[in-house]
């Protein structure tokens, strides 16, 4: 769906009535560079524009396999995917002064997002019988985007999930009020759908999200993604090891959790540069007194 969504907004439009052998790379080179959302004129991410680089290459690669073409002029199309803003953090502060101002069943939402870092498609994904009370673990069994169904995005996304006490407790708390509680039935299942899938997220955080997010005074650009970052960022601010925060963010690389999920927060550069003078200044403040 995805690829299909690329191909019909961008590469097609563009690229549909040219024979493979007459895209040339310097033009798609210049042709994403210039890249913009039509209504807004607003510049394409660099993440965005690099998948469609990759859509494209993937097309020659299966034009080269069917000897539809001879070569792949997309592999010479210079493209960053580096993002071009550091994504927003929350505080713990920031972090219940949301909760507080949601409803279910968004409150518990967030609240399971925050404290797991789940991916939004595996969030939505849960099924009653993937919670594992008695031991206090979530199976991560699947993903959905866009309500289709699919594998969790890794062999790493599969990895059990710690479930703490106190958030077992607010989960358990939510299967006492919601309508369908069957071990296959969504943990989110929506009843305006009759629980055949889950709520939105994308409409759940439009109607109640956002507003919660001007009532508690939070100025960020906040996303499900958010959560995940915070949680990654927040695990490295309290001294947990690297190895751990990637077993718990369930990344099969460690430089993607250290590059992208760790960010550095004010306090701990602050101690960093701190402990460097001491060590600096304190030892040259003990020659001079010798």
């Not at 034009?63 to 210079?78: G, H, K, L, Y």
């Not at 959905?144 to 710690?162: W, Y």
């Amino acid at each position: 769906m995805t690829y299909e969504g690329y191909l019909k907004k961008w590469i097609l439009p563009r690229w549909g009535t040219f024979r493979l052998t007459d895209i040339k790379a310097t033009a798609v080179e210049s042709w994403l560079k210039a890249l913009c959302f039509s209504k807004s004129n607003i510049p394409l991410a660099r993440g965005s524009k690099a998948k469609i680089r990759n859509i494209m290459t993937a097309l020659y690669s299966h034009a080269i396999r069917w000897e539809w073409a001879e070569r792949n002029p997309i592999t010479s199309v210079r493209q960053s995917a580096k993002r071009q803003k550091t994504p927003a953090v929350l505080d713990p502060d920031e972090i219940m002064a949301i909760l507080t101002e949601l409803p279910d069943p968004l409150h518990t939402m967030v609240e399971l997002d925050a404290f797991t870092g789940l991916r939004r498609g595996e969030l939505i994904g849960l099924q009653w019988t993937d919670v594992d009370f008695e031991n206090l673990v979530l199976h991560i069994r699947r993903s959905l985007v866009a309500m289709v169904e699919g594998q969790p995005k890794t062999e790493a996304s599969r990895k059990e999930v710690p479930l703490d006490g106190q958030l077992a407790e607010s989960l358990f708390q939510w299967k006492q009020v919601c309508e369908y509680t069957e071990a296959a039935n969504w943990v989110f299942a929506s009843p305006h759908m009759k629980g055949i899938q889950p709520y939105w997220p994308g409409t759940l955080w439009r109607y109640y999200g956002r507003p919660a997010l001007k009532r508690a005074g939070i100025s960020k650009d906040v996303t499900y993604h958010t959560f995940r970052h915070t949680f990654g960022t927040l695990l490295n601010a309290n001294g947990e090891n690297a190895k751990v925060v990637q077993e718990l963010l369930r990344h099969g690389s460690l430089k993607v959790t250290t590059d992208v999920y760790m960010q550095a927060v004010s306090p701990q550069k602050r101690e960093a540069q701190s402990k460097l003078v001491r060590m600096v200044m304190g030892s040259t403040t003990e020659k001079a007194s010798a």
